[in-house]
């Protein structure tokens, strides 16, 4: 079955420090993918997406993703974190053809002073 | 051009109670879904709309229904609440199922659910 992961469900980082949140995704063919963030009681908001082309996307507040196909990931980063970005952050992928986009789990972020 | 907008913000509903949450796409968007987000568990698919059809449905009880009306507005109702029902209930749309399918779906802020 086609799957999303995102092995950490919290990291912790210490503001201004780089982060990287890992994703890992099963389908075969090259998937639409995403990066969502959640801040508490919100809805999710879209940071990046990646459909073709350069790998490396950059998306709002500072974020990019890098898509490896030989390693099936598509991970998060950002080279300086804010207090800000304290939030929760989905991976998805569509274009499975049952039109149903896949979420994972989500990976909680803590940002200490 | 506004976004996915949901109502009501809060509801707090009572054991086999009956709630009814709301939800407008972005203007041109076709595809409605709702997804239940319960703490600690993630989204969790429930029912998706195009066109004015439910068009797929995730593993919820069939007391878990919804429509789609004619300008592709969407509501969700949850029959004979349980506590187990309270959660955060996202709404989201995509432009459908007829164009370019990429998965994008833009969400709404949510209704969050209380059962007593």
């Known amino acids: 079955a086609q799957s999303v992961t995102q092995p950490d469900i919290h990291i912790t980082v210490s503001e201004g420090a780089s982060l990287e949140l890992r994703c890992n995704y099963s389908?075969?063919?090259?998937?639409?993918l995403f990066w969502y963030v959640q801040s508490p009681g919100q809805g999710l908001q879209l940071l990046l997406k990646?459909?073709?082309?350069?790998?490396l996307v950059q998306g709002i507040k500072g974020f990019e993703a890098e898509f490896k196909r030989s390693q099936s990931s598509f991970n998060l980063r950002k080279p300086s974190v804010h207090w800000s970005d304290a939030a929760e952050y989905f991976c998805a992928h569509g274009g499975t053809g049952g039109f149903k986009t896949i979420f994972g789990a989500g990976t909680r972020l803590f940002v200490k002073a | 051009e506004a976004g996915v907008t949901q109502s009501p913000t809060h509801l707090i509903k009572t054991r086999g109670q009956q709630a009814t949450l709301r939800c407008s796409p972005i203007?041109?968007?076709?595809?409605v879904y709702w997804y239940q987000q319960a703490l600690g568990l993630g989204l969790q698919f429930l029912l998706w709309?195009?066109?004015?059809?439910?068009?797929n449905r995730g593993n919820f009880p069939p007391r878990f229904s919804g429509r789609q009306f004619p300008n592709y507005s969407s509501e969700l109702n949850v029959n004979a609440l349980e506590l187990e029902d309270s959660a955060l209930y996202l709404c989201?749309?995509?432009?459908?199922?007829?164009?370019?399918?990429?998965?994008?779906?833009?969400f709404g802020e949510g209704s969050r659910l209380t059962v007593l």
């Open positions: 389908y075969g063919a090259t998937p639409y």
């Open positions: 990646y459909f073709s082309g350069d790998t």
């Open positions: 203007s041109g968007h076709t595809s």
């Open positions: 989201a749309s995509s432009p459908g199922s007829s164009g370019r399918w990429t998965g994008e779906l833009f």
């Open positions: 709309y195009d066109e004015g059809e439910e068009r």
